[in-house]
C-alpha cells in the first residue's frame, strides 16, 4: 500500500457518479472552510496584524464557494 492511500479509502470522496464526486469534495471543501475560519479567528485574537488576517477571510470564501457548488450539483441532480 502506498503512503496515503489507506486514507482515501477511508475517507471515500469518489461516489458512483461524477456529480456524487464533486457533492463529497464540496461537502469536505465546507468542513476545511470552516475549519480555516475558526483557526483563522483564534490566531486573529493572539496577533491582529499582518498575513494572519487573511486566514479567516480565505476560510469565509472557500466555505462559501464550496457551499454555492454544492448547490449548483444538487439542483443539476434534481433537474436530470
Known amino acids: 500500500m502506498k503512503r496515503g492511500e489507506?486514507?482515501?479509502k477511508k475517507v471515500?470522496?469518489?461516489g458512483k457518479t461524477r456529480l456524487e464526486t464533486l457533492?463529497?469534495?464540496?461537502?469536505y471543501g465546507i468542513i476545511g472552510g470552516?475549519?480555516?475560519l475558526s483557526f483563522g479567528i483564534g490566531l486573529?485574537?493572539?496577533k491582529s496584524e499582518g498575513?494572519?488576517?487573511f486566514i479567516p477571510m480565505?476560510?469565509?470564501l472557500?466555505?462559501?464557494l464550496f457551499t454555492v457548488i454544492l448547490i449548483f450539483v444538487w439542483l443539476f441532480e434534481e433537474l436530470k
Open 23 to 27: 457533492e463529497n469534495i464540496s461537502i
Open 44 to 46: 486573529t485574537s493572539i
Open 6 to 8: 489507506g486514507i482515501l
Open 12 to 14: 471515500k470522496i469518489r
Open 34 to 36: 470552516a475549519f480555516l
Open 58 to 60: 480565505l476560510g469565509a
Open 51 to 53: 498575513l494572519v488576517v
Open 62 to 64: 472557500l466555505s462559501f
